[in-house]
């Protein structure tokens, strides 16, 4: 079963560890930390003076483009792997997880802060990302399906030749 579902596995794994992890209170800070400062940080920088709805819709803006570009840099190894050989390694898909682990959680804290913006002002904020990280680690499972399903679909529509 691991052979032809190991994207969804990998992503259940990914999600069943987020949600335990929610209970340490630590580790979804550490996970949202070196993206989401490094942008607040650069925002801040650019529009010192400008209301944090301004910042925060960058922040957004800069988390989806981050979001497109490393889902399409793996969309393109992914499908080459998958004309080439036939499969993909899990190991790609691992690296993949990891590297949208930094940008998922921020994106969902961001998007759901954005609902009251005013939030951001008090330092209490900090503490929805708890919140957040339980709704965000769902969406792991959701691209292992995702990638299984692509794969599943570009196997069928490749001829057999090789």
């Not at 992503?11 to 949202?32: E, H, K």
């Not at 607040?40 to 301004?54: M, R, S």
């Not at 957004?60 to 992914?78: G, R």
């Not at 899990?90 to 005013?118: A, D, E, K, R």
Request: hydrophobic content about 50%.
């Amino acid at each position: 079963m691991f052979n032809r579902y190991k994207a969804t596995v990998i992503g259940l794994i990914f999600t069943t560890s987020c949600l335990l992890l929610y209970y340490t209170f630590v580790i979804p800070f550490i996970i949202m930390l070196p993206v989401s400062l490094t942008l607040e940080l650069i925002f801040k920088g650019v529009y010192p003076d400008q209301d944090y709805a301004i910042i925060g819709r960058g922040i957004i803006i800069s988390l989806i483009i981050l979001l497109v570009t490393i889902s399409i840099a793996f969309l393109l190894k992914f499908n080459q792997q998958l004309r080439e050989f036939k499969n993909y390694k899990p190991t790609q898909v691992l690296i993949y997880m990891i590297l949208l682990q930094f940008v998922v959680h921020p994106l969902v804290f961001y998007i759901n802060l954005s609902s009251n913006w005013s939030k951001a002002e008090d330092g209490q904020f900090i503490l929805s990302i708890n919140e957040t990280f339980q709704m965000s680690s769902f969406a792991f499972l959701i691209l292992g399906l995702l990638i299984d399903g692509l794969k599943l679909i570009q196997l069928k529509n490749t001829p057999n030749d090789k």
